[in-house]
C-alpha cells in the first residue's frame, strides 16, 4: 500500500513553544491531507482537512489560529502546534487520500506524540 | 454525539479460534464502511472495507459483514493469531461534499497464544 511519513516521531517542548509536524506522502500525490488527533483509549477525531493549494477546513471547535495547516505540494502538509501549552499534549496523526486509490481509503502516517510541559 | 460506535472496549481470545469485533451506526446515510488496525504509538492500516451495497466482503481471515437494517457492522478474524493483537478501528464513510471518515472508539484486541 501507499506510504506516508511523519516528523518527527515524538517532540518534547516547553510551554509557549511552536511545533511544526510534516506529514509527507512517498509514493503518490495527496491532494487532501487529513489530520487527526487521539487521545489515550479515544477515537481518533478530525481536526482539519487540508487540499494543496487552499486553505485548510477545520472541524468544529479547532481553532484555527492555533493548529496552523499548510498543504503547499501535492507530497508535504504541514501542522504547525503554536503557542502549545500542555492541554495540546496528544497524539498527532496524518493521513493521506491517494486519488488513484478505492474511494476512501485514507494511509495513515506513524503518529506524531507531543508532550508539552 | 458519537455516530460509530464500538461499545466493547476490548476483546481477548485464544489463538486459532474466531474474534468478532462490532460495530454499530447511527447515521443511515454512511455508505461506505473500513476497519483499520492500530498498533500502539503507530498510525492505523487499512485492513478492509465494505460498501453498504453489500453485506459481506471477504480478504483472506478478515470478513466483515454489513447489517444496513439494524445499522450494524462486525469484523471476523479466523483464525486468530498473537500477530492480530492490536486496537480495531471501525470507520464509516458519506459520500458527498465535504465528505470524511468517522471513526468509532477503537477495540483492544488481545489473542492469548
Known amino acids: 500500500g501507499a506510504v506516508v511519513s511523519q516528523h518527527p516521531s515524538w517532540v518534547i517542548c516547553k510551554s509557549g513553544t511552536s511545533v511544526k509536524i510534516e506529514c509527507r506522502s512517498l509514493d503518490f500525490q495527496a491532494t487532501t491531507m487529513f489530520w487527526y488527533r487521539q487521545f489515550p483509549k479515544q477515537s481518533l477525531m478530525l481536526m482539519a482537512t487540508s487540499n494543496e493549494g487552499s486553505k485548510a477546513t477545520y472541524e468544529q471547535g479547532v481553532e484555527k489560529d492555533k493548529f496552523l495547516i499548510n498543504h503547499a505540494s501535492l507530497t508535504l502538509s504541514t501542522l504547525t502546534v503554536t503557542s502549545a501549552h500542555p492541554e495540546d499534549s496528544s497524539f498527532y496523526i496524518c493521513?493521506?487520500?491517494?486519488?488513484?486509490?478505492?474511494?476512501?481509503?485514507?494511509?495513515f502516517g506513524p503518529g506524531t506524540r507531543l508532550l508539552v510541559l | 454525539d458519537q455516530q460509530v460506535k464500538q461499545n466493547s472496549p476490548s476483546l481477548s481470545v485464544q489463538e486459532g479460534r474466531i474474534s468478532i469485533l462490532n460495530c454499530d451506526y447511527t447515521?443511515?446515510?454512511?455508505?461506505?464502511f473500513l476497519w483499520y488496525k492500530k498498533y500502539p504509538a503507530e498510525g492505523p492500516t487499512f485492513l478492509i472495507s465494505i460498501s453498504s451495497i453489500k453485506d459481506k466482503n471477504e480478504d483472506g481471515r478478515f470478513t466483515v459483514f454489513l447489517n444496513k437494517s439494524a445499522k450494524h457492522l462486525s469484523l471476523h478474524i479466523v483464525p486468530s493469531q498473537p500477530g492480530d493483537s492490536a486496537v480495531y478501528f471501525c470507520a464509516a464513510y458519506l459520500t458527498g461534499a465535504n465528505s470524511k471518515l468517522t471513526f468509532g472508539k477503537g477495540i483492544t484486541l488481545s489473542v492469548r497464544p
Open positions: 447515521n443511515s446515510m454512511f455508505d461506505y
Open positions: 493521513s493521506a487520500r491517494d486519488p488513484k486509490g478505492f474511494r476512501e481509503t485514507q494511509y
